[in-house]
């Protein structure tokens, strides 16, 4: 019988303190190497069954292998120097130091595949992979290349599009497109944000 309302959580889930320092932002890694794989594995397990006793319908990964749900993902495109860094105000609400992209952005292979497929291998219920949108992560970047947020947009857009088509692959049943950009930003997003998530989402036969 399929279920009136079914249950999921919306972001990241607290990570062990053995794997990074809980409620802090761009926590480092407390272990490292093949120590550290087998760690976010652990975390992934521990956050799934957390999911799982909760009864949670929809379950994710919790984002236990990423340091932040936005540069996680960027730390694995060309064309962003992660050393050359820049003082931004994120979300119109906070500065931070962030990364220079300073050449054009591509994506070279997949960048959760194999979590989502490890994930994948521990449950039967319905999964949820949850990604950044666009406008999210032209927000957290300093941009010395395109000098345009709506062209570094699409093309994240496009690099975003062939992640969520891959993780479909992997058994991932629903894509969150996480924009939250899209709380301040409201002209940008009336001109080209809205368009640069669909073309994000475009072609997907899962719901996103």
């Given at each position: 019988?399929?279920?009136?309302?079914?249950?999921?959580?919306?972001?990241?889930?607290?990570?062990?303190?053995?794997?990074?320092?809980?409620?802090?932002?761009?926590?480092?890694?407390?272990?490292?190497?093949?120590?550290?794989?087998?760690?976010?594995?652990?975390?992934?397990?521990?956050?799934?069954?957390?999911?799982?006793?909760?009864?949670?319908d929809i379950v994710s990964d919790g984002e236990q292998t990423r340091q932040?749900?936005?540069?996680?993902?960027?730390?694995?495109?060309?064309?962003?120097?992660?050393?050359?860094?820049?003082?931004?105000?994120?979300?119109?609400?906070?500065?931070?130091?962030?990364?220079?992209?300073?050449?054009?952005?591509?994506?070279?292979?997949?960048?959760?595949?194999?979590?989502?497929?490890?994930?994948?291998?521990?449950?039967?219920a319905p999964i949820k992979w949850a990604l950044p949108g666009p406008m999210?992560?032209?927000?957290?970047?300093?941009?010395?290349h395109y000098k345009s947020r709506e062209k570094l947009a699409w093309e994240?857009?496009?690099?975003?599009?062939?992640?969520?088509?891959?993780?479909?692959?992997?058994?991932?049943?629903?894509?969150?497109?996480?924009?939250?950009?899209?709380?301040?930003?409201?002209?940008?997003?009336?001109?080209?944000?809205?368009?640069?998530?669909?073309?994000?989402?475009?072609?997907?036969?899962?719901?996103?």
């Open positions: 019988m399929t279920k009136l309302l079914p249950t999921s959580t919306a972001g990241s889930l607290p990570k062990p303190s053995w794997l990074a320092e809980p409620e802090k932002l761009w926590s480092p890694w407390k272990l490292d190497h093949d120590v550290l794989d087998e760690g976010k594995q652990d975390a992934l397990r521990v956050a799934l069954i957390e999911q799982q006793a909760a009864g949670i932040h749900f936005v540069t996680t993902f960027i730390e694995h495109l060309t064309g962003v120097d992660f050393e050359r860094r820049e003082t931004v105000r994120i979300r119109d609400r906070y500065d931070a130091s962030v990364p220079t992209v300073v050449g054009a952005v591509s994506r070279e292979k997949p960048v959760f595949v194999e979590d989502a497929k490890f994930l994948r291998k521990q449950t039967s999210t992560m032209i927000d957290t970047l300093y941009d010395a994240f857009a496009g690099i975003l599009n062939q992640e969520a088509k891959e993780l479909e692959a992997a058994g991932v049943d629903i894509i969150q497109f996480d924009e939250h950009a899209f709380n301040v930003f409201f002209d940008q997003v009336n001109e080209w944000g809205i368009s640069t998530l669909e073309m994000a989402t475009a072609s997907r036969p899962i719901p996103t």
